[in-house]
């Protein structure tokens, strides 16, 4: 077993949880000296839940409005970070349950942290389909903060 | 809102199968690197004690205080106290109860910073799937809950 925590993944969004992951994975990595990686995953999905469209080339145009502000989210956390923890961040679009652990297993990330419920959640006690996804399918550790 | 982040004590629910040892090994591993205390603890669920005893018609014969279950459970966590790989300051507990409740409860009782436990525990079909404690411990813990395979 690898015990060596070099790298931490910390699937973010905008929700309170994702916001304790990354204050705690701060802590975790200053302590550790560990890099990590902010993933940022635009769901399709929603958006296209989010929105009621005609002309489903509008959605592609939004993938990239969206990368934008995710892009933008990313950095108001970089910048509230401990200057000497090594963040680097990476957005992908696709489906978070299956993106979050498919990053980590294929950058062999040690330690995911992550929030137990993400954006949509109707409550942050329900453990969210993100978290019980990456709990089962990533080969590393996972960490999950209330 | 801000959180504490703090990790002063990591509790390690140990029932001897080879996911808690692995998140015992790991646990301490992460204590040493951070300064944090162990805690492990063994909880003997009545139930299955009583299952292991199944031809036990006379209930009179059932030792209710479980001396044997506890004495077992406690030469086994100073075995592996023994037998880890780093240096950390490590205390047993011994409790009887439902394992999942009883793991939650002393969590918040101790306010312990973080939960490390093994992905699924002894009887589980396969260690690829969430076991019922570590779910349960998910949901219901307050503190951070760190899941090793």
Known sequence: MKIDIKSILVPVDESEPAQHAFDYAMTVAEALKAKVTLLYIVDPAIISADNYYIDY????ADVES?????DEYLDSLIDAAPKDVSISKVISVGSPSREVYRYADKEH??????????KGAISSLVMGSV????IKHAKCPVLIIK | MTMDTTISSILV???????????LTYAAALASRIGASLIGIYVIDPDKVSEQQPFNINFGTFDPNLEPSKKAASDYLDELKENLPVKVPFTKEIAVGYPEKTIVRFAEEKKVSLIVMGNSGKGAA??????????YTIHHAKCPVLIVK
Request: net charge neutral.
């Open chain 1, 57 to 60: 080339g509008q959605v592609a």
């Open chain 1, 66 to 70: 969206y990368k934008k502000s995710a």
């Open chain 1, 109 to 118: 990330i040690d330690l995911v942290i992550m929030g137990n419920s993400g």
């Open chain 1, 131 to 134: 978290s019980a996804s990456t």
């Open chain 2, 13 to 23: 629910p140990i029932d001897g199968s080879e996911p808690s040892v692995r998140a």
């Open chain 2, 126 to 135: 396969s260690s690829f799937i969430t076991g019922s404690v570590s779910y």
